[in-house]
């Protein structure tokens, strides 16, 4: 499987920016679907935006017009922007990277932290 090494984490005052890195150990040209997902404490585990190889993105309502994904495959990189950060996006940010027909691929995730 991928090796997944998210970054770009920390803490951010209400409305301040931060860019996720999520940087694979191999070629991501031929995975079928990037995502990053999100779980705050004591809640579950869920998708906030994905991008496949083809560059079509989806993204949670929550954070429509706030975050974006990109991926940088010659850089074998996913990024999440993120803007207008809400205390509510406090949570540890996890990346995954899906194969068709194989298990995804996680890292082991990034704070962030959204406080005044």
């Known amino acids: 499987q991928v090796q997944l090494v998210e970054s770009g984490g920390g803490f951010v005052q209400p409305g301040g920016s931060l860019r996720l890195s999520c940087a694979a150990s191999?070629?991501?040209?031929?995975?079928?679907?990037m995502g990053w997902y999100r779980q705050a404490p004591g809640k579950q585990r869920e998708l906030v935006a994905g991008?496949?190889?083809?560059?079509?993105?989806t993204i949670e309502d929550s954070v429509k017009g706030r975050f974006t994904i990109a991926r940088d495959n010659a850089k074998n990189t996913v990024y999440l922007q993120m803007n207008s950060l809400k205390p509510e996006d406090t949570a540890v940010y996890y990346c995954?990277?899906?194969?068709?027909?194989?298990?995804?691929?996680w890292g082991q995730g990034t704070q962030v932290t959204v406080s005044s």
């Open positions: 991008i496949t190889n083809g560059g079509a993105t």
């Open positions: 995954t990277a899906v194969r068709a027909g194989m298990s995804p691929s």
């Open positions: 191999e070629s991501i040209f031929s995975i079928n679907f």
